[in-house]
Structures are given as C-alpha cells and as structure tokens.
C-alpha cells in the first residue's frame, strides 16, 4: 500500500504511477464499472462507516480515473447505477426517535456521488441491539418492502433472462 500512497501523492507519479501501485484499485475500479447495480451491507461503526469500506472507498476514489477535480468540486466519470445500501445500527440514527448522529450516510453519499454513483437507496435496519431474535425476520421484511427497485433497469447484454438460460445460439 505504501506505492499506492507514492502513486497518488503528485501529479508526476499519478501521471507515471510506480509499476503494481494501483493494480487492487483498478482492479475495484474495473469490478465497479461492471455492475449493472451496486449492493452495500455495512454496519454503522461509531457514527460511521467501518475501516473495511472505507479502506475499498479510498481505492475506488481516484482523481484522473473516477472522477475529475473541478473549481466547482469533484465531478464523476463514472457511469451512474443504482446503488442500494444496507445499513445495520444498533442504535436509532433517523426518523423521530433518532438518538445518535449519523455520519454514515452522507459521508457515504458525497463520496459515492463523487465519482457519479448518484442513484442511491439507503435501507436502515435500526436498533439491532434491542432487537429480539424472534423479530428480526419481521424487521428484515420491513427493510426489504422499503427497496424501491424502480430504479433498476434492464442488465446489460440481458433480454429476456440469464446468458445461461437465453437461445441466442
């Protein structure tokens, strides 16, 4: 990670990055720019996001490649998909009874929209800690009925079912 670091320190080195120094965050790049739709499950650690997800943001985050720096701010170069983000808190972060911050969700938000992930769902599964075992098949219907997949359009290269299944010859 260390190149990494090196490799985006100066536009000389992003320009001639060391050989190797972004191979994982082209890689997740690449995996990003495939998806048809986008699926995030994270816990709210904190307030915040967990070192995991923020460790693959800074890898997916990368001013030349998915986005450009602008007088006006940060534009994205990224084809816009819909992003659906679950979040777990044991806690209540929104709504009327919220009893802590959240900062997950527009650090999340901003950093997504950043580089042109605009189209995003968050689906909060809140108080998980009071949470009796017997309700939670109950709260996982409940976060399920909010998705709105409205905004999921037809997968690339797909008609009328899987690849697997089509009688394209």
């Given at each position: 990670m260390a190149d990494y670091a090196v490799a985006?320190?100066?536009?000389?080195?992003?320009?001639?990055?060391?050989k190797g120094s972004l191979d994982v965050s082209e890689?997740?790049?690449?995996?990003?720019e495939a998806a048809d739709v986008i699926v995030i499950g994270t816990p709210m650690h904190n307030f915040a996001i967990p070192s995991?997800?923020?460790?693959?943001?800074?890898q997916i985050l990368?001013?030349?490649?998915t986005m450009k720096s602008t007088p006006a701010g940060k534009v994205g170069m990224l084809r816009d998909?819909?992003?659906?983000?679950?979040?777990?808190?044991?806690?209540?972060?929104s709504g009327e009874r919220a009893n802590q911050p959240d900062f997950l969700t527009?650090?999340?938000?901003?950093?997504?929209?950043?580089?042109?992930?605009?189209?995003q769902q968050f689906l909060p599964l809140q108080a998980t800690a009071?949470?009796?075992?017997?309700?939670?098949?109950?709260?996982?219907?409940?976060?399920?009925?909010?998705?709105?997949?409205?905004?999921?359009?037809?997968?690339?290269?797909?008609?009328?079912?899987?690849?697997?299944?089509s009688s394209t010859g």
């Amino acid at each position: 990670m260390a190149d990494y670091a090196v490799a985006l320190s100066t536009p000389t080195t992003l320009a001639a990055p060391p050989k190797g120094s972004l191979d994982v965050s082209e890689a997740l790049i690449q995996e990003v720019e495939a998806a048809d739709v986008i699926v995030i499950g994270t816990p709210m650690h904190n307030f915040a996001i967990p070192s995991a997800l923020k460790a693959w943001i800074d890898q997916i985050l990368r001013v030349g490649r998915t986005m450009k720096s602008t007088p006006a701010g940060k534009v994205g170069m990224l084809r816009d998909r819909p992003v659906f983000i679950g979040v777990a808190s044991g806690a209540i972060f929104s709504g009327e009874r919220a009893n802590q911050p959240d900062f997950l969700t527009p650090y999340l938000s901003l950093a997504l929209s950043s580089i042109g992930l605009k189209t995003q769902q968050f689906l909060p599964l809140q108080a998980t800690a009071f949470l009796d075992w017997n309700e939670a098949p109950l709260a996982r219907k409940k976060v399920l009925a909010a998705l709105d997949l409205s905004v999921v359009r037809e997968p690339r290269g797909m008609r009328s079912g899987p690849a697997a299944l089509s009688s394209t010859g």
